[in-house]
């Protein structure tokens, strides 16, 4: 998955997730992508830094229970 900043023609930023940049590709072309604010489907990529994982360890949960940390909260349910 690859999470992309976009922009609409009226300035709205967001984010939205893709499978590949020929799925963003794809979803712009055929404006199936709008922006939430406006519904406006005249989007072009902000600017974005790539996010890379320089081998740090995932950041603690902030309810503090050790499950969280391994993607489960049992606070939430999920497992």
Avoid: Q
């Avoid at 499978?19 to 005249?42: F, Q």
Wanted: hydrophobic share 35%.
């Amino acid at each position: 998955m690859i999470v992309f900043n976009l922009h609409c023609a009226g300035g709205h930023g967001f984010e939205e997730w893709f499978t590949s940049s020929a799925d963003y590709e794809a979803k712009i072309a055929t404006r199936e992508v709008a922006c939430p604010e406006c519904g406006g489907t005249d989007l072009t990529k902000a600017v974005s830094a790539p996010r890379v994982n320089g081998g740090a360890s995932e950041p603690a949960a902030p309810c503090g229970l050790p499950a969280c940390g391994g993607g489960g909260c049992p606070m939430m349910g999920r497992s």
